[in-house]
């Protein structure tokens, strides 16, 4: 696992569209936000169902601009993501 992120390094969500169920939500995937917040480590609920759920990684609350997102300034929208995730911008 990558070094940690620290709170206000700007990351991409990634863009890929991995098979099965993926709690990236579409709407951030390519999408340039802001870390506000570390919250520790978890195991990532898409792998938690498998027979190999891997080891816990680092979850953070990312802040997405609205005009980012949508085009429509005055608003942000923060979301936890796990490091995998995740690309520094």
Do not use: K, N
């Not at 980012?68 to 993501?81: F, P, R, Y």
Request: proline share 8%; glycine share 8%; charged share 25%.
């Amino acid at each position: 696992m990558p070094e940690r992120l620290e709170v206000g390094q700007r990351v991409r969500a990634r863009a890929d569209d991995p098979r099965g169920h993926c709690r990236l939500p579409r709407y951030v995937r390519g999408h340039v936000g802001t870390i506000v917040a570390d919250y520790g480590a978890s195991v990532v609920p898409d792998r938690a169902v498998t027979d190999a759920p891997g080891e816990p990684e680092p979850v953070y609350a990312v802040r997405f601009d609205a005009h980012e997102l949508w085009g429509v300034s005055g608003h942000t929208v923060t979301i936890e993501l796990w490091q995998s995730y995740l690309e520094l911008r």
